[in-house]
């Protein structure tokens, strides 16, 4: 079961595990940014500054523990040029579901260079 629980929660819940907390509070220098939508989606992006001994993974999709967000845009070739200017790469070229309820819907994943993976959809041109 999938339990939201509130900022204040769950800082209670790391103090809960002294070590943990201390690890992840006291340890950490992190940047936090909230992009919240018209539609009432959040997304939280956090950027980590220290430990020094932090690692970049680049898992692929099919990995066990791959994670990405996927989002809607209007214009992907647009959407490509904004997101190289600042160090993300294509993981692959873009592609084009070719059959079903998605037909025509182009599709790519990106990566930045702190190793989140993005995943472009642009709806096919009789559905925008």
């Excluded at 950027?47 to 970049?56: G, L, M, Q, T, W």
Aim: hydrophobic share 40%; with cysteine; glycine share 6%.
């Amino acid at each position: 079961m999938l339990q939201l629980v509130t900022r204040s929660e769950l800082a209670d819940l790391l103090r809960s595990h002294d070590e943990l907390a201390m690890h992840c509070i006291s340890r950490r220098t992190v940047n936090s940014t909230m992009i919240c939508s018209s539609r009432g989606h959040d997304i939280e992006l956090l950027k980590y500054h220290s430990p020094a001994n932090r690692e970049v993974i680049r898992p692929r999709a099919c990995d066990v523990g791959s994670v990405h967000v996927g989002l809607y845009v209007e214009d992907m070739d647009v959407a490509l040029a904004r997101v190289a200017e600042a160090g993300w790469m294509p993981v692959a070229e873009p592609q084009t579901v070719e059959d079903g309820e998605r037909k025509g819907m182009r599709l790519i994943y990106v990566r930045g260079p702190d190793g989140v993976t993005i995943e472009f959809m642009q709806n096919a041109p009789s559905r925008r």
